[in-house]
């Protein structure tokens, strides 16, 4: 491991213990400028829109279908659900709506989100027994060497989640554990092939039974 590299995992090991870091009261702001182009090589072709809700700040990178619907799958999307599917990065400000986190608020987080609930891509990508969530889950918390974890909820609309307390953290170096953490967290998802795959999925046919597909192979 490079120099670099360690400085960066230190960074985040530090600031998930928070050893000898004083507590300061956090106003309501969250600068989350830096996000869109610190995950811009990771997330290429995936389309930002910020979020600024009571519970979320940051941004959510939509992805896009890897391939022109056809006259057919058009027809049965607008007849049926618009889907979605990517990823939130920022900050968790309240866990309304996110109970079954149990977080620490406030956190920082990423989590890989499906919509609508129950719809037939969240059941094809989630819900159902091998899919492509569970196995990635499996594959990525071999991947994960410290804590924090992912955590799969495969009954939420985030269905993989890695999130992180931040109330320990020096008020001036908030910023940086969350660049640190970002990092961190993108590459693994990006060796798992999840956001390779995410695009794949929303151009595939309805009838595309993704849980079939060979499961991501551990490299060597």
């Known amino acids: 491991m490079s120099k670099a590299q360690a400085a960066k995992t230190n960074a985040v090991r530090e600031s998930a213990s928070g050893s000898g870091v004083v507590t300061h009261s956090r106003s309501a702001e969250w600068n989350c400028d830096?996000?869109?182009?610190?995950?811009?090589?990771?997330l290429r072709g995936y389309t930002p829109e910020v979020e600024n809700s009571n519970s979320l700040s940051g941004?959510?990178?939509?992805?896009?279908?890897s391939a022109p619907a056809s006259p057919a799958r058009k027809t049965s999307r607008s007849s049926a659900e618009s889907a979605s599917?990517?990823?939130?990065i920022g900050?968790?400000?309240?866990?309304h709506g996110m109970r079954f986190l149990k977080a620490a608020r406030p956190e920082f987080l990423i989590f890989c989100f499906i919509e609508p609930l129950r719809g037939r891509l969240h059941r094809r990508l989630v819900s159902q027994p091998d899919s492509l969530m569970r196995r990635t889950a499996e594959y990525i918390r071999w991947l994960t060497h410290h804590p924090p974890r992912f955590e799969l909820f495969a009954d939420q609309q985030a269905a993989l989640?890695?999130?992180?307390?931040t109330e320990a953290w020096p008020a001036d170096r908030i910023e940086h554990y969350s660049r640190n953490f970002t990092i961190e967290t993108l590459a693994w998802l990006v060796r798992s092939a999840l956001i390779r795959r995410l695009p794949e999925e929303l151009a595939a046919p309805p009838q595309t039974a993704s849980e079939k597909r060979a499961a991501p192979q551990i490299a060597p």
């Not at 989640?161 to 307390?165: A, D, E, Q, T």
């Open 34 to 42: 830096w996000i869109p182009s610190l995950a811009e090589p990771y």
């Open 59 to 65: 941004y959510r990178f939509f992805a896009q279908p």
């Open 161 to 165: 989640v890695r999130h992180i307390p």
């Open 91 to 95: 900050y968790l400000r309240d866990d």
């Open 85 to 88: 599917a990517g990823f939130f």
